[in-house]
């Protein structure tokens, strides 16, 4: 929704309730997004106070202190919320990013594998971590590429466990299932490029391969590519 908005509505039940730790919560997430950092940590900060054992207020507190970059401080937070809450994954993840910007690869890593044993389909957990055992010394080629062959397993498995749940309920329905394109016989049209039928395609014929990302211009990824794009044949 709208934070200014959100905002607003905080403001006018603490007007008349100061001590509502949900007004005082969502008046913290609402300023942080709005980016007014300094009104999101006062509020965050009486919600904590409020509430001291709830996770939610600790984990929004650190965020806020993430985004100031006052890492330290983000850290407390993050490890009051998961002393609140062993089990809250998102405090593992943002407690796990914040470790490894300090450096602290080792910690870094453990928090983001409990985070993903928590929570086994948490995504960013499951990228962030990936990402980080590049940097991990200890972490072998093997061990690297092992942990991204598993995680594209899961991805897969997921996938086709929610393909077979469409089907089944396109034929209760009493719709037709197809939806790859050996059961269509199509490629589906997308963004106004039109269908291909399958059977016209030469199987033998040069793939035509783009590469496309917003992290090629500043971000490291592009450093990963490069030897994938010198490589490439024309």
Known sequence: GCPERMAERCEATLATNPDSFEAQLNLCIAKRLEGKLDAA?????RAAQLNVNSAAAHFQLGQTW??????HEAVICFENALEADPTFSPAHNSLAGTLN????????????????E?????????????????YDAGCTREEL????????RRVADRRAKHAGAKK??????GVNPATTEEEAGAKPAC????????????????LRVGYV??????????SFAEPVVTSHDP
């Open 168 to 173: 089944a309920v396109a034929k209760k329905a």
């Open 118 to 134: 928590i929570s086994p389909d948490f995504d960013v957990a499951h990228s962030n971590r990936l990402l980080c055992m590049n």
């Open 191 to 206: 963004d106004g490029i039109p269908a291909r039928d399958a059977k016209t395609v030469d199987p033998d014929r040069p």
């Open 66 to 71: 993430h985004e100031k970059q006052s890492f």
């Open 41 to 45: 940590l006062a509020a965050g900060k």
């Open 145 to 152: 590429a092992e942990a991204h062959r598993a995680w594209g």
């Open 101 to 116: 910007g300090l450096g602290k690869l080792d910690e870094a890593l453990r928090h983001w594998k409990r985070a993903i």
């Open 213 to 222: 990302s917003a992290d090629f211009r500043g971000h490291p990824v592009a």
